[in-house]
T-cell receptor, first 114, second 112 residues
Framework: KAGVTQTPRYLIKTRGQQVTLSCSPI?????VSWYQQTPGQGLQFLFE???????NKGNFPGRFSGRQFSNSRSEMNVSTLELGDSALYLC?????????????FGPGTRLTVL | GQNIDQPTEMTATEGAIVQINCTYQ??????LFWYQQHAGEAPTFLSYNVLDGLEEKGRFSSFLSRSKGYSYLLLKELQMKDSASYLCAVRDNPGGYNKLIFGAGTRLAVHP
């Protein structure tokens, strides 16, 4: 069974631009969670989607948004990029939800904002 | 508020035993997870505790005390490949849906 895939793996943007990241979960997984990982803060929860509905949201500004499609693939969007948005963005999928059953992480998208 | 504390870095010798501690203060608690993350790779699941006590899985064991808001991950017979970051995460369920709150991680370096 294929693992969680994320595209692109690396991205370089400039301040003020916007970016869209994609995550394809493991087949049969309906829950997708997104995290931001930085050296000082660790993994910070962004949001979780299940069956195209956002069930939980972390403490991030409205510039961070996401959605999930009927095939469970998910995208997250960051608008008006700031230098502080430079981070590794990880998505994780599970059958029913984070913590309810095992979450499997993708390799991440490394975003650099110049 | 929600707060999860782990030591930032630890070092240990190959073949030894190391204990990585995690303390947490969260508004809700519904289980504690440990993940391993090698540099440049995705986190992978190691263990899960929801009841007090010790869970053993091969060379790795995890302990939980809910009354103390404390957990530890015990790694025995350390190998060089155990050099990685170890992430403690608490399951919370605000509004009825689970989410994981992660600590900043402990970077473990295993030396020969």
């Amino acid at each position: 069974k294929a693992g969680v895939t994320q595209t692109p793996r690396y991205l370089i943007k400039t301040r003020g631009q916007q970016v869209t990241l994609s995550c394809s979960p493991i087949s049969g997984h309906r829950s997708v969670s997104w995290y931001q990982q930085t050296p000082g803060q660790g993994l910070q929860f962004l949001f979780e989607y299940f069956s195209e509905t956002q069930r939980n949201k972390g403490n991030f500004p409205g510039r961070f948004s996401g959605r999930q499609f009927s095939n469970s693939r998910s995208e997250m969007n960051v608008s008006t990029l700031e230098l502080g948005d430079s981070a590794l963005y990880l998505c994780a999928s599970s059958v029913t939800g984070p913590g309810t059953d095992t979450q499997y992480f993708g390799p991440g998208t490394r975003l650099t904002v110049l | 508020g929600q707060n999860i504390d782990q030591p930032t870095e630890m070092t240990a010798t190959e073949g030894a035993i190391v204990q990585i501690n995690c303390t947490y203060q969260t508004s809700g608690f519904n289980g504690l997870f440990w993940y391993q993350q090698h540099a440049g790779e995705a986190p992978t699941f190691l263990s899960y505790n929801v009841l007090d006590g010790l869970e053993e899985k091969g060379r790795f064991s995890s302990f939980l005390s809910r009354s103390k808001g404390y957990s530890y991950l015990l790694l025995k017979e350390l190998q060089m490949k155990d050099s990685a970051s170890y992430l403690c995460a608490v399951r919370d369920n605000p509004g009825g849906y689970n989410k994981l709150i992660f600590g900043a991680g402990t970077r473990l370096a295993v030396h020969p």
